[in-house]
């Protein structure tokens, strides 16, 4: 089966590093996306990453490595304002996004 | 630009009523999804629609539930008759080529769904 795994719940600090992974097992793959979605709104789109490696935006970068099935989504200089779930989702052999259960990521002042 | 947009916003009604949820997605976006999230499990796929066609509608729970899609800018996922453990968000979100080109999909703000 295609399976996606992140952890449920995560608590950092405000101005702290925080690293959130997910792992996958898919039929294939074509992507993986990081979605941020804050309490009673919908999903939207953080990044993307088709080759290994780290891709960098701001204060978000997102790592992926292939051989291993495994991502990274790394926030650094966190704000009160990243309080937020965030999804890992990734794009199997025929196109279609498999999502993970979301990690609910808690910033404490 | 206009994102996804989804009505009605909430709904509240009576188990057994028929409830119709709309979207009109992006303009230009091909491919249409629709999901339902909860607590319990998640953000889970019910269908989704490539140049107007369903393609996948192994999500759909059952036979209660249907979705059309008449044209580019306009699609219903109608419910009939409800049950409250159909109760949750639905969220609508539109792409390019079903993500062929990995483009993200963008969501509407979703209509949050509670049957009485």
């Known amino acids: 089966g295609q399976n996606i795994d992140q952890p449920t719940e995560m608590t950092a600090t405000e101005g702290a590093i925080v690293q959130i992974n997910c792992t996958y097992q898919t039929s294939g793959f074509n992507g993986l996306f990081w979605y941020q979605q804050h309490a009673g709104e919908a999903p939207t789109f953080l990044s993307y990453?088709?080759l290994d490696g780290l891709e960098e935006k701001g204060r978000f970068s997102s790592f992926l490595s292939r051989s291993k099935g495994y991502s990274y989504l790394l926030l650094k200089e966190l704000q009160m304002k990243d309080s937020a779930s965030y999804l890992c989702a990734v794009t199997d052999s025929n196109y279609q996004l498999i999502w993970g259960a979301g990690t609910k990521l808690i910033i404490k002042p | 630009d206009a994102g996804v947009i989804q009505s009605p916003r909430h709904e509240v009604t009576e188990m057994g009523q028929e409830v119709t949820l709309r979207c009109k997605p992006i303009?230009?976006?091909?491919?249409l999804f629709w999901y339902r999230q909860t607590m319990m499990r998640g953000l889970e796929l019910l269908i989704y629609f490539n140049n107007n066609v369903p393609i996948d509608d192994s999500g759909m729970p059952e036979d209660r539930f249907s979705a059309k899609m008449p044209n580019a800018s306009f699609s219903t996922l109608k419910i009939q008759p409800s049950e409250p453990r159909d109760s949750a968000v639905y969220f609508c979100?539109?792409?390019?080529?079903?993500?062929?080109?990995?483009?993200?999909?963008?969501f509407g703000d979703g209509t949050r769904l509670s049957i009485l």
């Open positions: 990453n088709v």
């Open positions: 979100a539109s792409t390019l080529d079903g993500g062929h080109n990995n483009q993200p999909q963008h």
């Open positions: 303009s230009g976006h091909n491919s």
